[in-house]
Each structure stands twice: as structure tokens, then as C-alpha cells.
């Protein structure tokens, strides 16, 4: 479930909050980390159109990269396959080295790397995207995460806040803590931030009505959506284009 939330109703929920969570486990004791992401679609932006037309299984993929040099989380990068099936999302990745992450994209078998059978499937599922449905490097996105999973051990409650969210449809090679940002490509320069609440089932009851309190409100709501309505040449071009995914 996610939220564009203000400052202020960030600072209010993290208030209310905070005393039933802990930073995420992956996030190195502080809970903020920075993402770099590389995504692909093709020359007809179909990962884009699937969303926008609801289209009950799709599929996104993109290398991810977390943390940087000097901070906490050590540089790590992934290549993931983000799958939406009848309303749920799975996540299936692979951690690679990133120039390795980034043969993968091309349609390439990573050279000097073990990898499991269950990797090997995975790969094969990039490999018919890039092959069959002309996947290619589109735009590169870069956030700061601060993450937080629930104290009670038996809950699997996850909580994400990103926020100086950047984008590029240039320089598609990404690199840890890349900031290599026009500043006018920032999505929320207000200082609004996203807000993603995961967990399976249903949301708690005490959860959501604190959310509710704060004045949050659920929407739908993709970073390489935004960014590609508000700068690509092909989306432009194309007469149905919608109309923003956010306002």
C-alpha cells in the first residue's frame, strides 16, 4: 500500500509509530540507506501502458543497487524481476556484481559468478524479457530509503519512507549512490515522500487508523510512471497518453 505523504504527516506518523518499530534489518542499524535503480521497458513502454490499463499480471524489471561506499549498507546490486499478479506483488532477484547485474540486462550470461538452479531460472526469465519483448535500459532513479519492520517478532509489518527521489533518461549506467541529477528532475521537491506499507494479510486495525489520522491517503503510485509522463520523448508523442499518475 502506498502514500504520498507531506513532511509533517511524516513526522506524525514516525511519531505515533515508532514505538512498536526497528530500523529494517538491511538497512545497517541507522534505517536509511540510499537506491539506485536502472529500469528497462521497451520502445512502446509497455511496463508503463500495462499499469496504466490495470492489466492483472505484469511484470518489471529493473537492477537495483543499495547503499553506498561510505555509509552504512555496503554496495550491493541485484537484478530483479517485480511481478503483479491479480493485485499481489512477488519480487524475484539475483545479487551480482554490477557489472555482471548489468550483462544479465543485456540478454548475457554472467561470467565467474556460482549461481543456484533457482538463480539460473530467474536469469532465463530476464533473458525473455530483453529477447522476446525488446526489454531495454530506459531511465536511472535514484532515493533515499529509511526503513523500519515491526519490533513484534511474529509480524512481517515493513514500513519505507523515500524520499529526494531523481530521475534520468541519460548516462543508463548507474553506479552506488549515484548522483548524477539534474535538480530539476527531482519528483517531489515540496519535500514529500513516499510511503510504502507492506505486509501479508490485511493491515492492522490500529496501524490504519493512525494512517488515517495522519491524513494519509491510499494511491496508486509508480516512481518510473511519474517520472516518464514528465519527461519522455515517447510518451509525449504518443496521442493516448494518460493523464499523470500523480498529481
Not at 526489454?135 to 509480524?155: G, L, N
Request: with cysteine; net charge positive; charged share 30%.
Amino acid at each position: 500500500m502506498k502514500f504520498v505523504v507531506a513532511a509533517e504527516q511524516r513526522a506524525a506518523l514516525f511519531e505515533r509509530l515508532s514505538p512498536e518499530l526497528r530500523p529494517d534489518e538491511n538497512a545497517g542499524g541507522s534505517a536509511c540507506y540510499p537506491v539506485v535503480s536502472l529500469y528497462y521497458d521497451n520502445e512502446e513502454r509497455d511496463c508503463h501502458w500495462e499499469r496504466v490499463r490495470g492489466l492483472g499480471s505484469r511484470r518489471k524489471l529493473r537492477v537495483r543497487l543499495y547503499g553506498s561506499a561510505d555509509g552504512n549498507v555496503a554496495p550491493t546490486a541485484f537484478v530483479e524481476v517485480k511481478h503483479k499478479c491479480d493485485g499481489r506483488g512477488v519480487k524475484r532477484r539475483v545479487r551480482l556484481p554490477l557489472e555482471q547485474a548489468l550483462d544479465v540486462g543485456r540478454g548475457l550470461r554472467p561470467g565467474g559468478v556460482c549461481l543456484s538452479e533457482r538463480d539460473c531460472r530467474m536469469i532465463e526469465e530476464v533473458h525473455g524479457l530483453v529477447r522476446h519483448r525488446g526489454f531495454k535500459p530506459v531511465m536511472v532513479m535514484r532515493y533515499d530509503r529509511t526503513a523500519y519492520a515491526a519490533i513484534h517478532p511474529a509480524s512481517d509489518l515493513r514500513i519505507t519512507f523515500d524520499t529526494g527521489i531523481f530521475y534520468r533518461m541519460e548516462n543508463l549506467t548507474p553506479e552506488p549512490d549515484d548522483r548524477r541529477f539534474d535538480p530539476r528532475h527531482e519528483m517531489h521537491p515540496d519535500g514529500r515522500a513516499v510511503m510504502e506499507v507492506k505486509i501479508t494479510g490485511c493491515i492492522p486495525y490500529r496501524l490504519s487508523r493512525t494512517i488515517a489520522a495522519a491524513g494519509c491517503k491510499l494511491q496508486s503510485h509508480s516512481k518510473y510512471s511519474s517520472a516518464l509522463e514528465r519527461i519522455d520523448p515517447v510518451l509525449r508523442a504518443t496521442p493516448a497518453a494518460g493523464s499523470p499518475v500523480i498529481a
